[in-house]
């Protein structure tokens, strides 16, 4: 109703002008094959060169005898005759070749393809194969070596159950009778030559949702092998969580006018609970965006219930955040702004671990991962799902409880600085009869929130060169670690609610201990994913776990105690203190410092 | 003209003060950040080469089967270490001790089909990375058994640079980092004026010796400075980098060209539709278009950054006319506009 009454008439014939002509343009490219940079490297071409066909090469037809003078004064960069290609020892010359290189070693593939008999073009198969790693179990291995090879030392073992039952390229290769067959026997990996060749050939732009690059028992073919493309987690990306910004934004928008219209006040007035008004003007949206996952799981013929069961947690987070926003605000261009901040946090804590599937099994932590295995149709572990969830669900409930706490008008309508606003949200939520319970629950409340921050931070470091880009890294995850643990205890000080230095001490430590037990959990989940084995036994064993728990005690007393003797002012200061302990140590753990 | 100055001053001390410009700074990196987080995903999968150049990872690769094979010497080219074994389980045995990172079981060469065998870690991550690297070794060996049976393939010997990092950088982050901020200032331009408008300070202000294209063009003035400070930054962040980028000042030019079109297409969508909310989104919108529509001009404005930024010989400060025309009848009609539209 909301969106009828603020888009109509005249709105909605714009809209679906524009959209039409962004439709019909994106099929226009679609069809034409995207390229960004039309004419981006310039190939000197010879008259009996092969027929170039891509954008991306400015095609100047040079005579050879002119070639070398073309290439040495820069007109051209790659010179491209029948039979090879030529180029200076620039990089410009040097990354053109590389390009012309990729392009007319597929072509050439093709035209081998082509001419001669598939024996004869793709005379290499290799079937890849799998062991169990190293580290695991020996006799816990079903298969092994001797079964995959068969290097003709059957009769010597004995380890060897089957005989060549389900192997189908065994029978004429025996290598211990070193006679090739006379004859060629067209072998059932031609088949599979085939099909890599149509993929190949067909080279479509819609992804395969590939889950590795060779399964097992894979016949590959060297020149035909392509890899997985790890565009899929964002293609999904789009699809979903697209989407659900478009609601959420509207749903802030809706916030924020009822603020500035006062319509709030009279609500407040009215016999409701915060938490009432909240959800109830979430729930219509949230609505909205399940309704869209639904529509989309079904276009994509995924899985309803395990995509609504994935999604729930994600859509939840970015409400979460959005509210937020809205509580936050104050002007319409810190809006526009916040939302954009917060498009891109969210984005990145989605995206960011997700371009890691099938790489690093932290890639859990983003949803997107679940989403991609349930494309595939393969099946994930219910830790997995957790670790995906809980995090997400932990942020909507931290943000649930401070938007209901500080739901009043004098909150809501005053326009301090942002972090005077963060600090008066977290004395509004605490409950100041228990202090050491809040800063219990808030440490672990603040920790999913730290991870978005510190993921977006490994996200920044990445822009910089490396030795720098540790030292940052290193410098800002602490930075945030120590004001997540402190912030609670220095807004009690802040507000006089704490009068001995006893007692800030006590909480300090509450605090720290708190977010350490949290991480570890979080962290012992993660590491329970990655693998079941040693890994977690050695964490657990050791003094490990004791020295990084006094440490996070000791930097989180230090910022406390400056803050407590010399008053909320320090507190920046103090945060510097006691993040240069905490990364001091951090260094030396990794090596740097000796 | 003081008035001008005065006014643009104002809309610029606003920005400080609202701290947007970090905002904006900020969402920047985080874009060049993430192109770095997919370009990392697209090296990894599309240029392998450059991996093992870069990193000069070695592996330890067993082998079964004919020691005498020409996949051997290739291995050892690219100083990956091998090992022949007579016996698969010694091979098995020095694997699972991890000592190895990949067997393979070669058959003897022949007029045939050689049907390799390839056994690798059930790590993904680990077996992945290994896959990748001898990618190459075996195309190698591929080409060799074509050549053995009288088949040539040419072009093998082109070595060049891996392409695509290159590629990615000049064809899509510089152009996006030199055009988003038009994209800012646009926005940046519609939340100043719809606020006025709601707020009704522009009335206050028409009552003041100032005349409404004053006040826009203040407005447009401000958003297109702070726009030309954002692509400066990022040329010299991409210099220190060691990206250099050539022609920059006629890029600095195009930029300057294209925020201020933006940001006057952006003023006359406020206009229209007054209220911020409406206004961002249809503006979102034609800009987006234009922006696709752009892709079938030749130089298209990404194509043209990613030349100049190269320095290609056939592109330079002649292509920026088209942008100085479409400006100048943009600020031609944008008076009459402005003026109707505020009548009221």
Known sequence: MRLRARFGGKMIAAVLILLIAAGAVSSLVYLQGMVLAKDFYIVGVSPGAPLIFDQRFHLVPVDPSQSGVALKSGRIDVYVTGKAAFYRADDRSQHAAGAIKKYLEKK?????????????????????????????????????????????????????????????????????????????????????????LEVLQSSSMVPEFKAEFASNKQVIVPSLMSPPIPLAQVLLAFAYILPIFFISIFFTSGFIEEKLGRKLNILLSAPVTPLQIILGKMLPYIGYSLIIVVLITLIFRGNLLLALAIFLPVILFIFAIYLGVALQYRTYRDQTFFSLVAVTVITGYLVFPAMFVGINDLSYISPLTLAVQMFRGESFTLLQYMLSAVPMLLVFLLSITVGTRVFNEEYLMNFKPLHVKVREAIYLAMDRRHLAVSAAVFSLLFIPVVFMFELAAITLSLNLPTPVALGFLVFTCVVIEEAAKSVTVAVTIERGLVKTWASVLWLAVVSAIFFFLGEKVLLFMSLSVISESVFTNAVFAGNLLWIPLLLHCVCTTIVCLITWRFGIKSYPLALLAGSIVHGLYNLSVIGVLR | MKGFFSMALRELKALRKEKTIMFAILIQLFIASFSSVILLGIMVYYDPDSIGQNAQLRLDVGVLGDSESQFINLLEQRHHRVRVFSDAAKAE??????????????????????????????????????????????????NYLREQQGLSVRYQDIRGKPFSTNEFLYTIIIPILMFFPAFIAGSMVIDSISEEMENKTLETLLSAPVSINQITGAKIAASVAVGLLQCMAWIFLLGLNGFSVQNAWVILILSVLVIAIVALLALLVSLVYRDRERSQFIYSLVILVLFSLTYFVNPSPFALVARLATGDPFVGAGQLLVYVVMLGLLIAVTPFVTKRLTKV
């Open chain 1, 108 to 196: 050439e593939i093709a035209r081998i393809a082509d001419q001669y008999p598939l024996n004869q073009a793709f005379p290499l198969r290799v079937e890849v194969n799998y062991l169990k790693a190293p580290t695991e179990n020996m006799s816990a291995a079903a298969v092994t070596l001797a079964d995959i090879v068969r290097a003709g030392q059957e009769s010597n073992s004995p380890s060897n159950p089957q005989t060549s039952s389900d192997d189908n390229l065994i029978e004429d290769e025996n290598p211990l009778a070193g006679q090739p067959p006379a004859v060629y026997v067209p072998s059932e990996s031609d088949e599979l030559v085939k099909q890599q």
């Open chain 2, 93 to 142: 045995a020095a694997f699972k001790a991890g000592r190895l990172d990949a067997i393979v079981y070669i058959p003897e060469d022949s007029k045939d089909v050689v049907e390799m065998k390839l056994v690798l870690p059930e790590m993904d991550a680990q077996a992945t990375l290994v896959l990748m690297l001898l990618k190459e070794p075996l195309e190698k060996y591929e």
